[in-house]
Nanobody
Framework: QVQLVESGGGLVQAGGSLRISCAASGGPFSNSIMGWFRQAPGKEREFVASISRSGGSTNYADSVKGRFTISRDSAKNAVYLQMNSLKPADTAVYYC????????????WGQGTQVTVSS
């Protein structure tokens, strides 16, 4: 059974940085895609970033390009999101997600971690 567990959320001032993590278990994850999504109050869940198994292919939402960096440690089945130059608009619950293969939907989700950016 695949499980994803996020950690590292918290409160940070605008302009600050935060790193959130996600640990996956129950694999194998030999060709999986891992991603981060977020949902702000009253808004739909939106894509933030994704990364291939090797880490060689990444994608970002336009709103976070140049500020956020996704990375992956395949040996640990972990994915990270380094968030710099945070803005109040980045406040949301951040969810880790996993697709078992490229082209498949994200079928596995973590419980979410709250990131709050104060102005």
């Amino acid at each position: 059974q695949v499980q994803l567990v996020e950690s590292g959320g918290g409160l940070v001032q605008a302009g600050g940085s935060l790193r959130i993590s996600c640990a996956a278990s129950g694999g194998p994850f030999s060709n999986s895609i891992m991603g981060w999504f977020r949902q702000a109050p009253g808004k739909e869940r939106e894509f933030v970033a994704s990364i291939s198994r090797s880490g060689g292919s990444t994608n970002y939402a336009d709103s976070v390009k140049g500020r956020f960096t996704i990375s992956r440690d395949s040996a640990k089945n972990a994915v990270y999101l380094q968030m710099n130059s945070l803005k109040p608009a980045d406040t949301a619950v951040y969810y880790c997600a996993l697709a078992l293969r490229p082209g498949l939907s994200y079928n596995y989700w973590g419980q979410g971690t709250q990131v709050t950016v104060s102005s």
